[in-house]
């Protein structure tokens, strides 16, 4: 089983940062699928190529595959120490102040550091010749040149059981292979002399042959090899087979066939006639190069950008669940995908990391370019989870560079709306990318908390959602006041409270107007309705009281809930929104659009 916690690159290119601004040296919190989210140009592919290519990788195993070295050094550490005591001697060179405080049977994961530490104690030992010092004020209990033989006997043995640890605890074994697979590939032969895509990956990004990388244009060839091969390949292509019959083709019985003569590899499904595997459907084939290296390779590091490409959903999920299994494999993947995202957070959180990705600008003094640097944020995923609790898809959060924060549904669609009717909403902000929306209404705000030292209790919204901005009404109940209140001292200048009492207030008397002249059933003249009147009013209880002076309400049940907010908002804002244009846009509205178009671009450097 192949189980790692850490890898570390001490050679990382300065550009990749953590949230502290500090640059990153390892990678941490790994898990058997390790997810790299984040807007396009974030550098996750650039980090997951950087750490394909690195050899002679150092690793940590995870606690699951515990290492050798530390309990070897365990029984070191406790043969020493009794060989001393016996004698009445309480060191030994170096190791008298050094024995003991590498407690590495307790300190598991280990790393190459420790291995390196005690190589070099013990060499210092040897080239000084086994010094002893004695306990102060007593004499030798045992002559010193036999405890000295025992100790050299005792290092030999930690020597002799660890002599290949360097190589195959430490540093990622020769055995496991590095696998890369593009967005480019393709099942679709482009020519016979050879594979382009891989060669054209290895000159643009100087990959090495040491790794693989795999666009599926060769995999006629390599499933000839397996056809071929010995025993134990044979094995691996009838397995894969099996895979594809059971859980791709629907229980079918499929049949790889590497024809002579051919340069594209053959699949026959149940009685069908064959037929060259390109001529699948491009979901069929993706799925099929992102599976093989499964069974076409022992123990691996497989790179994979946009695993998601052309996939199904179902398909989505079918492929990152069969990766879960794979225990002698470990999977980087750079995504996109929501759909694989939200099963990662949801059901399989003891196989999955997540790393999220943003893109930092930073213009400095005398430099006409601004420097580019890339900040990586291990998610925890315990947080990521609680934001179901809140109603929020823990993918939206994770995939967007601004969270907006709103009260619900109808705060979200009236400032979509503005947004659009304000030239920013599809010009310059794209949702989804620069911005999403996530709702906190309800009891639930009482658990959200935007501090940097939250109660674990409390959902840690900074830990998913670093650039978060929070929308809230202005509504002055204490309940509502108290909230707001928080949320300024946490949120600062990323704490936006409306200029009216509720969303809805935002609107000009012209669309008030026609949409309470569609429940009426004659026209309501805009002019009744003034703007320094409502704004700080419920607007429900507002609108009745105007309409009783003007000629009654008519409407059914009134427009006033018991609070005196709008009834049914809902509805209210599918029409209003119905009658809202650019033209109508309230002065409070346009002031909200520009503090949210501030707030957005600080989070999105590419807007700056």
Request: glycine share 8%.
């Amino acid at each position: 089983m192949l189980s790692i916690e850490t890898i570390h690159f001490p050679g990382a290119p300065s550009a990749y940062v953590n949230r502290d601004a500090a640059g990153i040296q390892a990678l941490s919190g790994l898990r058997r699928i390790n997810f790299f989210v984040g807007a396009n140009n974030s550098g996750k592919s650039r980090l997951l190529r950087f750490i394909a290519q690195q050899r002679g990788l150092l690793v940590t195993y995870s606690e699951r595959q515990r290492p050798k070295l530390a309990l070897a050094y365990s029984e070191l550490n406790r043969a020493i120490r009794e060989l001393l005591d016996r004698g009445g001697y309480v060191g030994v060179g170096e190791l008298q102040q050094t024995l003991g405080r590498r407690e590495l049977g307790r300190s598991l994961p280990i790393g190459a550091d420790d291995f390196i530490g005690i190589s070099e104690e013990l060499d210092s030992v040897e080239a000084n010749g086994y010094q002893l010092q004695l306990r102060s004020g007593s004499s030798p209990r045992r002559n010193s040149q036999d405890v000295i033989r025992d100790i050299k006997a005792a290092i030999v043995g930690f020597r002799s059981q660890t002599a290949q640890l360097p190589a195959s605890e430490l540093r990622l074994p020769s055995n496991v292979a590095r696998l890369y697979i593009p967005t480019l590939r393709s099942l679709r032969p482009l020519n016979s002399s050879g594979d382009q895509i891989a060669a054209r990956y290895r000159a643009d990004y100087e990959i090495d042959n040491e790794v693989k990388v795999l666009t599926g244009q060769t995999l006629y060839h390599q499933c000839r090899g397996l056809l071929l091969g010995d025993l134990e390949s044979r094995e691996r292509i009838r397995g894969y087979q099996e895979f594809l019959g059971e859980e791709v083709f629907g229980g079918e019985e499929v049949a790889l066939i590497p024809r002579d003569g051919q340069e594209s590899l053959y699949v026959k499904l149940g009685n069908r006639q064959e037929r060259p595997i390109h001529e699948l459907g491009d979901g069929v084939q993706s799925l099929i190069i992102n599976t093989f290296p499964m069974f076409a390779f022992g123990p691996a590091l497989v790179f994979i950008e946009e695993p998601e490409l052309f996939l199904h959903p179902a398909m989505q999920r079918q492929l990152v669940c069969r990766m879960s299994t794979q225990l002698d494999q470990v999977w980087f993947l750079a995504t996109h995908s929501n759909h694989a995202l939200d099963l990662a957070v949801e059901g399989m959180q003891d196989d999955v990391s997540v790393h999220q990705f943003s893109e930092r600008l930073e213009q400095r003094s005398g430099q006409t370019t601004a420097v580019q640097t890339f900040c990586v944020n291990a998610v925890p995923l315990d947080d990521a989870r609680s934001l179901e609790l809140i109603g929020a898809r823990p993918s939206s959060i994770l995939l967007a560079n601004c969270v907006l924060w709103v009260e619900g549904i109808t705060d979200r669609l009236y400032i979509r709306k503005l947004l659009e009717l304000s030239g920013l909403l599809g010009s310059r902000l794209l949702e989804d990318i620069h911005f999403v929306f996530a709702e906190y209404g309800g009891s639930n705000r009482a658990h959200l908390s935007f501090r940097e030292d939250a109660d674990p209790r409390e959902v840690r919204v900074l830990s998913i959602a670093r650039y978060s901005v929070l929308i809230a009404d202005a509504d002055s109940r204490a309940r509502n006041r108290s909230f707001v209140e928080r949320m300024e001292r946490e949120l600062g200048d990323r704490f936006i409270k409306l200029p009216v009492r509720e969303v809805e207030n935002l609107l000009g008397p012209e669309v008030i107007a026609a949409v309470l002249s569609e429940h009426e059933g004659r026209a309501i003249p805009s002019a009744i309705f003034r703007p320094d009147e409502y704004k700080d009013r419920y607007l429900g209880s507002y609108c009745e009281e105007i309409l009783r002076t003007n000629g009654g309400i008519q409407r059914t049940g009134g427009y006033a809930d018991d609070s005196g907010t709008m009834k049914s908002k809902l509805d209210f804002c599918g029409r209003a929104l119905r009658h809202l244009t650019a033209e109508r846009l309230s002065p409070p509205a346009k002031e909200l659009a520009d503090a949210l178009e501030a707030r957005i671009v600080a989070c999105n450097p590419t807007l700056r």
